[in-house]
């Protein structure tokens, strides 16, 4: 892979790691240990059997709490611990061939996962106040969908799955500045009929 491709692979992990932490890490492992992907040494770390295991788990665990109205908030607000950390190290670990990480893409990890999962957090808190649970589950399984197919997508062709990432990133954002607007845009003060 160039350069390119690799640094489109980290900010690609990142930005997956926002919206799915453990499945992105477990993901990323079996992707390594069937030989799909040759993983830069930092990364090799994701094909232990340990953190197959525990993120396979963690990732089945989520898949059932983020389909949970309420829950899903509190899980995402909890998760905020390791989603960010993990974008970090996923990101830096895409672009070091000798284990290193360089601090520059640390911190461009970290600030690409929070920003995709302040886009999700926001999202879930806004679906969160209709009292049908459809959109909370419709929310989730395209969640789960995303992740999975920019994953598999980042094998083949990592600028595209960037491309794609950012470009539901700013639709995402778009809708909830407009659903934002729309709830609390400001009403004209009614007109005293004082004589």
Do not use: C
Not at 46 to 55: A, E, I, N, Q, Y
Not at 128 to 145: C, R
């Amino acid at each position: 892979m160039s350069e390119a491709h690799l640094f489109a692979a980290g900010i690609l992990l990142a930005w997956l790691a926002g919206i799915r932490v453990y499945l992105t890490v477990f993901g990323v492992g079996i992707a390594g240990a069937l030989g799909w992907l040759e993983l830069p040494a930092a990364l090799e770390v994701t094909m232990s059997p340990w953190v197959l295991g525990v993120s396979g788990a963690l990732a089945l665990v989520e898949f059932f709490a983020d389909k949970i109205p309420g829950v899903d908030s509190g899980w995402d607000l909890l998760q905020t611990l390791a989603r960010v950390p993990a974008g970090a190290f996923l990101a830096a670990a895409a672009l070091s061939p000798d284990g290193e990480l360089s601090a520059g893409m640390l911190a461009t990890g970290a600030g690409v996962a929070l920003g995709s999962h302040a886009l999700k957090a926001g999202s879930r808190v806004l679906i969160n106040a209709s009292p049908e649970p459809l959109s909370n589950w419709g929310a989730s399984a395209t969640e789960d969908v995303a992740a999975i197919g920019l994953l598999a997508l980042a094998l083949a062709n990592p600028l595209l799955a960037l491309g794609i990432a950012l470009a539901l990133s700013l639709l995402l954002a778009l809708a909830l500045w407009w659903v934002w607007r729309r709830l609390f845009r400001r009403r004209p003060a009614p007109v005293s009929g004082r004589s």
